[in-house]
């Protein structure tokens, strides 16, 4: 049926803004996901796909909800948000190997060196020094926070961007030369 020329419904209210068909939220989230995907591209770029997928269920989920709601776009929006931090929290974390206690050669051990420098360099400062300082020197996130002058949390989240950046840089070297690797 059209809709009358002056946006009015039959009675001849205006309807409230908030309300949306509570038959029909499929549509309204449709209608929703361009915003979805922008905010899920910000937050998680890699996997950007999963949260909206993931925030769809869960707005179709309770519908009731996001129909009611004032603002459907902010309510979606943080929906998203809450999907990107439960798959950032629930991201496997990737330690670090232990370095074996046998001695090295110095050519080795030179290489060695040369090949962590090559690989810091690759990374912005604050990054390297966060992987350097608690990584390869061995010192604690309070320590190296101490250290560098920030937060405990900061250095945290530096080491932990530096160590996926270095180990799509690593990852990315080993398929492009796969008899490198010993």
Known sequence: MPHPPNGNDQGGHRAPAGAHDPAHPHELVVSLLPHMYRKAAVLVPRRHEDVVHDACLKLLTHAHRLTSHPAPRAYALRCVTTVAYDHLRAAPVRVVDEMPEVP?????????????????????????????????????????????????GTVAR?????????????????????????
């Open 104 to 152: 090295v050669l110095p050519i080795r051990e030179a290489e060695a060196t040369w090949q962590a420098q090559w690989l810091l360099h690759r990374l912005p400062l604050r990054q390297a020094q966060s992987v350097f300082l608690v990584d390869l020197c061995g010192m604690e996130l309070a320590a190296a926070a101490r250290v560098l002058g920030v937060h405990w």
């Open 158 to 182: 530096s080491r932990d961007r530096g160590l996926n950046l270095l180990y799509s840089v690593v990852t990315a070297g080993i398929s492009k030369n796969p008899e490198s690797v010993s």
